[in-house]
């Protein structure tokens, strides 16, 4: 089975910066878009970012003007550019893929650790 692995991820002083990556192991067809999620102790898995083959944005408040999502269509690979971070952005952040084909699932990358910290 392909998977999405992430990396990237690290400790980042406050307003630091980090960058993640999300890739496939193998070719992917039907991808309509491409995620983050990020889920902190104690805290529900939350949307971060999201981003369609076509181009299209969305992210959550709390990262608006902080985060950039960006992805490479044809290797699948999607990016999320965090700058500014604080500690309450501390989570394992989690890349998803959604597929829409006949029927429409996620994959998920096994996350990657992001603690920001002094």
């Known amino acids: 089975q392909v998977q999405l692995v992430e990396s990237g991820g690290g400790l980042v002083q406050p307003g630091g910066s980090l960058r993640l990556s999300c890739a496939p192991s193998g070719r992917i067809f039907n991808i309509y878009a491409m995620g983050w999620y990020r889920q902190a102790p104690g805290k529900q898995r939350e949307l971060v970012a999201t981003?369609?083959?076509?181009?299209?944005?969305t992210y959550t408040d709390s990262v608006k003007g902080r985060f950039t999502i960006s992805r490479d269509n044809a290797k699948n690979t999607v990016y999320l550019q965090m700058n500014s971070l604080k500690p309450e952005d501390t989570a394992v952040y989690y890349c998803?893929?959604?597929?829409?084909?006949?029927?429409?699932?996620?994959?998920w990358g096994q996350g990657t650790q992001v603690t920001v910290s002094s």
């Open positions: 981003i369609t083959s076509g181009g299209t944005t």
């Open positions: 998803n893929a959604r597929i829409v084909s006949t029927i429409r699932y996620d994959k």
